[in-house]
């Protein structure tokens, strides 16, 4: 799956196991249609592992930790299960640990896997969501991260977490307290408590966190470097439905014409190939994807391709879109200068985002950029710049599945 894309589920029970390289510490939210818990008796953790139609499973360290969700036993009211993660040990982030979820059926079938892209500073994540829509159970990628642990979701959703106690001056000879906390109350791990005490009541909604150098548009025009994301969005707002993908080159050696073809592929929820908008195929999805030609020399300013996108008559099967140049000729790229893609505003012509290509190998493809729908329903660009041996966009199918 892709951030944002969902699944119907086949079963009414199912198990989301959450893998990574370290231990995990899972967790399941049962929420109701505002998005927040009914009591702490609806956060289902390793210290309360028991709710309403959601239990925790430990793996035993040896196996995936996992969230089994019953629909049929879902209480009414309820309409969405999240499933968290934070890595066990105290502070670590999910960069380089990529967790995987993977939901399955109550017979141990595969029904859709996910592993969020782009991770960096997040220290805890909700990964999947099992949601109510139209009186039937749906699973939808999610990959939403927070800088500020688990503490930072249960606070989000409104589970109470506790402060930590402050030391005492000095041992005194009284009874000892209790520090079980009421039956109603769950247990609070320290590893959900807040990182630092605070005089507020409860600490306000957690931030995303910023990721693997995701910026958004507030500041104006912005210039990616390989693997950066900027979130097409402007005060919190989608920015626009139609946009201009320009991709430009230029031959390395005066004289000498190359002609690349730019295209782009576009996939479904489980990375499936949807179809592929090439100077073979101009118009794609009912036209909401237009390609203005090819261009078979490279020379002279400006854009040498361009592809039009319609991002709000996409269907809802499209989730992400990867854009491609290939040589036929069978020129590679270390014959080609200034690549770049760039993303425009088709309504002013406003530059919005550039990502220039500094770096040339051997090769006949290249995966220059992909945008991603979010479960939000905002699109993603993420800078990508990855070789791939290949002269036409077929060969470019399977490696970009792989790169969503």
């Given at each position: 799956m892709t951030p944002g894309s969902n699944i119907p589920l086949s079963t009414a029970r199912v198990a989301v196991d959450v893998a990574a390289?370290?231990?995990l510490d899972v967790s399941g939210l049962l929420l109701t249609a505002d998005g927040k818990v009914r009591s702490d008796d609806d956060f289902i953790f390793y210290n309360q592992p028991s709710g309403p139609g959601v239990t925790y499973r430990s793996g035993g360290g040896t196996a995936p930790d996992a969230i089994v969700v019953d629909t049929a036993a879902v209480p009414p009211g309820i309409e969405k299960i999240v499933v968290t993660a934070s890595p066990d040990a105290?502070?670590?982030?999910?960069?380089?640990?990529e967790p995987t979820a993977t939901i399955k059926a109550d017979d141990g079938s595969v029904l859709a896997t996910f592993t969020p892209p782009q991770l960096g500073t997040e220290t805890a994540l909700v990964i999947v969501e099992i949601y109510l829509r139209n009186g039937a159970w749906k699973a939808r990628a999610v990959g939403q991260g927070?800088?500020?642990?688990?503490?930072?979701?249960?606070?989000?959703?409104?589970v109470s977490v506790e402060e930590p106690a402050a030391p005492a001056p000095a041992p005194a000879p009284v009874q000892p307290v209790q520090a079980m906390p009421a039956p109603t109350t769950p247990p609070v791990d320290p590893r959900v408590a807040p990182p630092a005490p605070t005089a507020a009541p409860a600490a306000p909604p957690a931030a995303p966190a910023p990721g693997a150098g995701k910026i958004n548009l507030d500041k104006g025009r912005v210039s990616l470097q390989k693997n950066q994301t900027v979130s097409l969005v402007k005060g919190g707002q989608p920015l626009l439905s139609q946009v201009k993908m320009g991709l430009g080159w230029e031959p390395a050696f005066r004289g000498k014409d190359i002609d690349l073809d730019a295209s782009v592929i576009a996939f479904g929820p489980q990375r499936n190939h949807v179809d592929s908008c090439y100077f073979g195929k101009l118009s794609i999805v009912n036209g909401a994807i237009k390609h203005s030609g090819d261009n078979l020399t490279g020379e002279g300013g400006g854009d040498d391709e361009v592809i039009v996108v319609d991002l709000g008559r996409l269907p809802q099967e499209v989730t992400g879109l990867v854009f491609t140049v290939n040589s036929f000729s069978g020129q590679k790229f270390t014959e080609v200068a200034k690549a770049y893609c760039r993303l425009i505003d088709a309504a002013t012509g406003e530059e919005l985002v550039r990502f220039d290509l500094t770096n040339a190998e051997a090769q006949t493809g290249v995966m220059m950029a992909k945008l991603v729908r979010q479960f939000s329903g905002e699109w993603d660009m993420t800078?990508?710049?990855d070789f791939v041996k290949s002269r036409t966009v077929r060969g470019m199918v399977k490696p970009a599945a792989q790169a969503l």
């Open positions: 390289p370290v231990r105290a502070g670590q982030t999910f960069q380089g640990i927070y800088a500020n642990g688990l503490a930072g979701i249960a606070t989000d959703f409104g800078a990508m710049g």
